[in-house]
């Protein structure tokens, strides 16, 4: 039976929503209804950012990795995140994924079985959430935007495994965040040449080459095969303040 949780809410049945609580807050409103219901939500937003600073303020350092929630646990790419998640663990790092499947699973396993703290972040989705069972420190978000602050403000750098749309959402919104300065000593690993380099390859050719970005904005990106350079690095800049 499908199952939906909404905040602390369990449904079943013909009670799950068919819309989620971020895509209702951002629906086109038709009438000024919304001006007596929304100011509430303040409330609902408020308390998942004092949710998330409460239980993630005290895991020391981290590493946030994305990748797909679509890949198999046969895929090179899951055996790159159980590979991240270990050695993060034993380079003295918790990790903070999303909390699904995929790579994210296989990042929450890798750090589990290596006894670190293996965090989980998941989202309410009307047909994809819950946490995976390697998450030993898991929240439920409604708000996409209340879930990416705590990716990027409790976390010291970024791997990101191969991924769709909402890995490719956080790389470049880590980007921006670091090319701005808005954060500093962040470093950004993506794994998978195959996979990268042909974004990495369009973004030198045709947004630096256009005026778009400059040349220097590349330098913060580091692309590479291996898993265990990937945590290497992470490790040496953000030890090594950048």
Not at 41 to 50: A, L, T, W
Not at 189 to 214: C, F, M, N, P
């Amino acid at each position: 039976m499908t199952e939906y949780r909404k905040g602390p809410v369990l449904l079943r049945g013909r009670n799950v929503p068919t819309t989620s609580t971020s895509g209702r807050l951002l629906d086109e409103q038709a009438t000024a209804d919304w001006l007596h219901g929304d100011p509430w939500r303040v409330m609902r937003i408020q308390s998942e950012f004092v949710e998330g600073f409460g239980a993630l303020a005290e895991i020391g350092d981290a590493i946030t990795v994305f990748g797909s929630a679509r890949s198999a646990p046969s895929s090179p790419e899951y055996e790159w995140g159980v590979t991240v998640g270990r050695l993060l663990v034993e380079a003295g790092y918790a990790v903070i994924t999303g909390g699904g499947p995929g790579c994210m699973e296989a990042v929450n396993k890798g750090a589990a079985e290596a006894g670190g703290t293996s965090v989980g972040l998941g989202i309410e989705l009307p047909y994809e959430q819950g946490v995976n069972e390697y998450v030993n420190l898991g929240i439920n978000f409604r708000y996409f935007f209340a879930r990416k602050t705590m990716f990027v403000k409790y976390a010291q750098g970024f791997i990101a495994l191969p991924g769709g749309f909402g890995t490719l959402d956080e790389l470049f919104e880590c980007l921006t965040l670091v090319q701005t300065r808005t954060v500093r000593r962040f470093p950004i690993v993506l794994l998978g040449h195959s996979y990268w380099d042909g974004l990495v390859q369009w973004l030198r050719d045709t947004v630096e080459a256009d005026g778009k970005i400059a040349l220097s904005d590349l330098d913060l990106i580091h692309v590479t095969d291996d898993p265990v350079e990937a945590v290497e690095r992470v490790v040496a800049l953000t030890r090594d303040g950048g």
